[in-house]
């Protein structure tokens, strides 16, 4: 019970380990830690600090605009001020004093009608004047106006009159009234042609129909305190000025300010809205990468180690972007990035990755146009001018090139902004300065891309190919026969991949790597046999096939060893696939126990070729031993050999798995025959000459 138990456990992790090494797995795995990575890296710059801040608290340091803003609490009082300084419009209803008017004007008619009745005793009089009056009076007033003269009565109504037109003309507030009242009563004691009866009398008719015809114009003052407050200049706080300093008492305005700026954080917790629009931004971004390497880039997409390298890449050097852009935002190395991911995967896609850091890194960091396209121009440049770079020394030169180009690029936006030279000067060295670094990160970083992630690069390949690489230099010296013959087998597979669309420099580094396995047993291989001796002969065939056989195991171990790239290694066991030693398995037929002898103990263990460099060093490794072998290499001889020796190839099925058409092998075949006549010309047989019958001696 307890077996199967652990059966079943052992199953299990297992299977777990089988679903997380499938591709799609892993690229999910790496695309969840790099969206993460990347928000923990820049997701505190897509939005500054949030500040926890109360009406009444003091502001915890000096708090400044994030943007251009109106002022409007200051603004707002400022219209109220100006709404205020424009006084109050009233409007005189003229209606009214012509009403007024006409009332003193009736009075004084019915008045002359009763005083001209003459069969009326005085008192009748009075009660008839108090019945059809229109103006209510006292008892003693009634009996002024029936008892002054007609003179008095005419002289009075046209003072009265008078005082009424000269009083409401202007107009006569509510609030007045009174006060007006006054002054005219003061006005008629002033009077000396009017008896005191007549004064009195005036008096009390005045107060009695005088009345407010001074009225607030509601709709012309709204109209004119309207206007004032739209002249009002609107306050405006511009980007980067001091909302609120250290230590001062927030009020309601400067939390209002405050809040406008997205700097206020209202709720506790995180701040979800800006997580999710961070995280919403880097997916978006990552999408695009992920599509154009679907689409365009097939071989990337399914490359985990490519993506991983191409995913820290972007993580490094947007944390060190960042880090510079506190020194200035002229120093933030995008062309790292571009040159390294030219170099170690491909120039369209650090285009591409050029285009979206610049965007992204200028997005998080000053959201300035003019820095995105400078980041954008300079780290094009770097990718062109990196394209094909096949010393070290040729990524300083891009590095100087970078340089250049931002120097005439910030030069440029400062002529068109009209910055003063100095400043123009004072940038453009951070410019200087971008370039050079990112050449000296480029370089520096560059071995560990190389040797960490396994990735053959050119200038990788040509370091190998140096004369001087300890293994080759071991070649040399202990098995110079091999040595030179795995020189030609490099110069012909370089031709041969250059014709046919392959790596030549793989293939030819290739080459010169196949057969260091021979170093373990140098002389048990016929081109290091010098004194005529052959190992073989002293022991039997299927020692001297394992012996053999073994070089490419050999080799792969001394590759470990000296650490050469995988690509290397892969040709140098890949290079005999699993062809026959026919010269051993012949032998082995011809012996005492032939009949037992089974053709697979005498193949390689292969695997078969899997790329076209492989192949092709395996054809010109068979072609160049058995040219070397031929005794009379003639044109027709040597291009009949090499087609007999890739047909055996193919018909023996070593060339199944290597991507090679017939068409190449035909190419392959051409330039073969091409290089070997360049090794085995004729050469023409100089004459004995005798030096003295030369000189002229007997």
Same mark, same amino acid.
């Given at each position: 019970?307890?077996?199967?138990?652990?059966?079943?456990?052992?199953?299990?992790?297992?299977?777990?380990?089988?679903?997380?090494?499938?591709?799609?797995?892993?690229?999910?795995?790496?695309?969840?830690?790099?969206?993460?990575?990347?928000?923990?890296?820049?997701?505190?710059?897509?939005?500054?600090?949030?500040?926890?801040?109360?009406?009444?608290?003091?502001?915890?340091?000096?708090?400044?605009?994030?943007?251009?803003?109106?002022?409007?609490?200051?603004?707002?009082?400022?219209?109220?001020?100006?709404?205020?300084?424009?006084?109050?419009?009233?409007?005189?209803?003229?209606?009214?004093?012509?009403?007024?008017?006409?009332?003193?004007?009736?009075?004084?008619?019915?008045?002359?009608?009763?005083?001209?009745?003459?069969?009326?005793?005085?008192?009748?009089?009075?009660?008839?004047?108090?019945?059809?009056?229109?103006?209510?009076?006292?008892?003693?007033?009634?009996?002024?106006?029936?008892?002054?003269?007609? =003179?008095?009565?005419?002289?009075?109504?046209?003072?009265?009159?008078?005082?009424?037109?000269?009083?409401?003309?202007?107009?006569?507030?509510?609030?007045?009234?009174?006060?007006?009242?006054?002054?005219?009563?003061?006005?008629?004691?002033?009077?000396?042609?009017?008896?005191?009866?007549?004064?009195?009398?005036?008096?009390?008719?005045?107060?009695?129909?005088?009345?407010?015809?001074?009225?607030?114009?509601?709709?012309?003052?709204?109209?004119?305190?309207?206007?004032?407050?739209?002249?009002?200049?609107?306050?405006?706080?511009?980007?980067?000025?001091?909302?609120?300093?250290?230590?001062?008492?927030?009020?309601?305005?400067?939390?209002?300010?405050?809040?406008?700026?997205?700097?206020?954080?209202?709720?506790?917790?995180?701040?979800?809205?800006?997580?999710?629009?961070?995280?919403?931004?880097?997916?978006?971004?990552?999408?695009?990468?992920?599509?154009?390497?679907?689409?365009?880039?097939?071989?990337?997409?399914?490359?985990?180690?490519?993506?991983?390298?191409?995913?820290?890449?972007?993580?490094?050097?947007?944390?060190?972007?960042?880090?510079?852009?506190?020194?200035?935002?002229?120093?933030?190395?995008?062309?790292?990035?571009?040159?390294?991911?030219?170099?170690?995967?491909?120039?369209?896609?650090?285009?591409?990755?050029?285009?979206?850091?610049?965007?992204?890194?200028?997005?998080?960091?000053?959201?300035?146009?003019?820095?995105?396209?400078?980041?954008?121009?300079?780290?094009?440049?770097?990718?062109?001018?990196?394209?094909?770079?096949?010393?070290?020394?040729?990524?300083?030169?891009?590095?100087?090139?970078?340089?250049?180009?931002?120097?005439?690029?910030?030069?440029?936006?400062?002529?068109?902004?009209?910055?003063?030279?100095?400043?123009?000067?004072?940038?453009?060295?951070?410019?200087?300065?971008?370039?050079?670094?990112?050449?000296?990160?480029?370089?520096?970083?560059?071995?560990?891309?190389?040797?960490?992630?396994?990735?053959?690069?050119?200038?990788?390949?040509?370091?190998?190919?140096?004369?001087?690489?300890?293994?080759?230099?071991?070649?040399?010296?202990?098995?110079?026969?091999?040595?030179?013959?795995?020189?030609?087998?490099?110069?012909?597979?370089?031709?041969?991949?250059?014709?046919?669309?392959?790596?030549?420099?793989?293939?030819?580094?290739?080459?010169?790597?196949?057969?260091?396995?021979?170093?373990?047993?140098?002389?048990?291989?016929?081109?290091?046999?010098?004194?005529?001796?052959?190992?073989?002969?002293?022991?039997?065939?299927?020692?001297?096939?394992?012996?053999?056989?073994?070089?490419?195991? =050999?080799?792969?171990?001394?590759?470990?060893?000296?650490?050469?790239?995988?690509?290397?290694?892969?040709?140098?066991?890949?290079?005999?696939?699993?062809?026959?030693?026919?010269?051993?398995?012949?032998?082995?037929?011809?012996?005492?126990?032939?009949?037992?002898?089974?053709?697979?103990?005498?193949?390689?263990?292969?695997?078969?070729?899997?790329?076209?460099?492989?192949?092709?060093?395996?054809?010109?490794?068979?072609?160049?031993?058995?040219?070397?072998?031929?005794?009379?290499?003639?044109?027709?001889?040597?291009?009949?050999?090499?087609?007999?020796?890739?047909?055996?190839?193919?018909?023996?099925?070593?060339?199944?798995?290597?991507?090679?058409?017939?068409?190449?092998?035909?190419?392959?075949?051409?330039?073969?025959?091409?290089?070997?006549?360049?090794?085995?010309?004729?050469?023409?047989?100089?004459?004995?000459?005798?030096?003295?019958?030369?000189?002229?001696?007997?």
């Amino acid at each position: 019970m307890v077996s199967n138990k652990k059966k079943e456990d052992k199953l299990t992790t297992k299977n777990m380990f089988s679903f997380l090494n499938k591709t799609i797995v892993k690229q999910i795995l790496l695309a969840v830690v790099f969206t993460l990575l990347m928000y923990f890296i820049v997701g505190s710059s897509m939005a500054p600090e949030r500040i926890t801040v109360k009406v009444g608290d003091l502001a915890p340091d000096d708090i400044r605009a994030t943007k251009e803003m109106i002022d409007e609490i200051t603004t707002e009082k400022l219209k109220e001020e100006a709404m205020k300084s424009i006084d109050t419009i009233y409007r005189v209803e003229t209606s009214v004093q012509v009403k007024i008017k006409n009332d003193i004007n009736r009075f004084f008619i019915i008045l002359r009608e009763i005083r001209n009745m003459e069969d009326e005793t005085h008192a009748n009089k009075m009660e008839i004047l108090q019945n059809r009056t229109n103006i209510n009076l006292g008892i003693e007033e009634y009996s002024i106006a029936l008892s002054i003269s007609g =003179d008095a009565l005419t002289t009075l109504e046209n003072n009265v009159q008078d005082m009424i037109s000269q009083v409401m003309g202007m107009g006569i507030i509510e609030e007045e009234l009174e006060s007006k009242k006054e002054s005219i009563s003061r006005s008629f004691e002033e009077l000396e042609h009017l008896s005191e009866n007549a004064k009195t009398l005036g008096i009390s008719i005045i107060e009695k129909t005088i009345q407010p015809n001074k009225f607030v114009d509601v709709d012309t003052t709204f109209q004119k305190r309207q206007e004032a407050a739209d002249q009002v200049t609107p306050v405006v706080i511009k980007e980067g000025q001091i909302i609120v300093e250290k230590k001062q008492l927030v009020d309601e305005r400067i939390y209002s300010l405050v809040k406008k700026t997205g700097l206020l954080k209202e709720t506790e917790g995180p701040d979800y809205k800006l997580i999710g629009g961070t995280m919403t931004f880097i997916l978006i971004l990552e999408a695009l990468i992920v599509s154009y390497l679907y689409i365009f880039d097939k071989e990337v997409f399914y490359d985990t180690k490519l993506l991983l390298v191409l995913a820290i890449i972007i993580l490094s050097i947007t944390a060190i972007s960042k880090g510079m852009y506190r020194i200035s935002e002229y120093l933030m190395p995008i062309s790292v990035a571009t040159m390294l991911i030219s170099i170690l995967i491909n120039p369209k896609l650090a285009i591409l990755v050029n285009l979206i850091m610049s965007i992204f890194i200028g997005t998080i960091t000053v959201n300035d146009m003019n820095i995105m396209i400078l980041l954008l121009i300079g780290g094009t440049v770097g990718t062109f001018a990196i394209i094909n770079t096949h010393q070290r020394y040729n990524i300083v030169l891009t590095g100087l090139i970078v340089s250049t180009i931002n120097i005439l690029t910030i030069s440029a936006f400062g002529f068109i902004h009209g910055v003063e030279f100095k400043e123009i000067l004072y940038t453009s060295l951070y410019g200087a300065l971008n370039g050079l670094f990112s050449a000296i990160l480029t370089i520096g970083s560059l071995p560990l891309w190389e040797n960490l992630f396994d990735i053959l690069t050119p200038l990788k390949l040509l370091e190998l190919s140096n004369p001087n690489q300890p293994l080759l230099r071991r070649l040399l010296v202990e098995s110079p026969g091999t040595y030179h013959h795995s020189i030609i087998v490099g110069n012909l597979s370089e031709a041969a991949a250059e014709e046919v669309g392959g790596n030549p420099l793989v293939a030819r580094v290739g080459a010169y790597y196949h057969d260091v396995g021979k170093l373990r047993r140098p002389f048990f291989f016929k081109e290091n046999q010098y004194n005529g001796e052959n190992p073989h002969d002293k022991i039997n065939p299927s020692l001297s096939t394992l012996i053999i056989t073994n070089h490419t195991k =050999d080799g792969d171990e001394l590759a470990k060893k000296y650490k050469l790239p995988s690509a290397i290694r892969d040709i140098i066991i890949q290079h005999h696939g699993q062809t026959l030693v026919a010269y051993f398995y012949h032998k082995a037929l011809n012996s005492e126990n032939g009949d037992t002898v089974k053709a697979e103990n005498f193949r390689y263990a292969g695997p078969k070729p899997q790329t076209k460099e492989a192949a092709i060093v395996m054809l010109a490794d068979s072609v160049e031993a058995a040219t070397r072998a031929m005794p009379e290499p003639t044109k027709g001889k040597i291009e009949g050999l090499v087609r007999q020796i890739i047909k055996d190839k193919l018909n023996d099925g070593q060339l199944d798995e290597c991507g090679l058409t017939l068409k190449d092998l035909n190419t392959i075949a051409n330039t073969f025959v091409r290089v070997l006549l360049g090794i085995f010309h004729e050469r023409i047989e100089y004459p004995k000459l005798d030096l003295a019958e030369l000189k002229g001696d007997n």
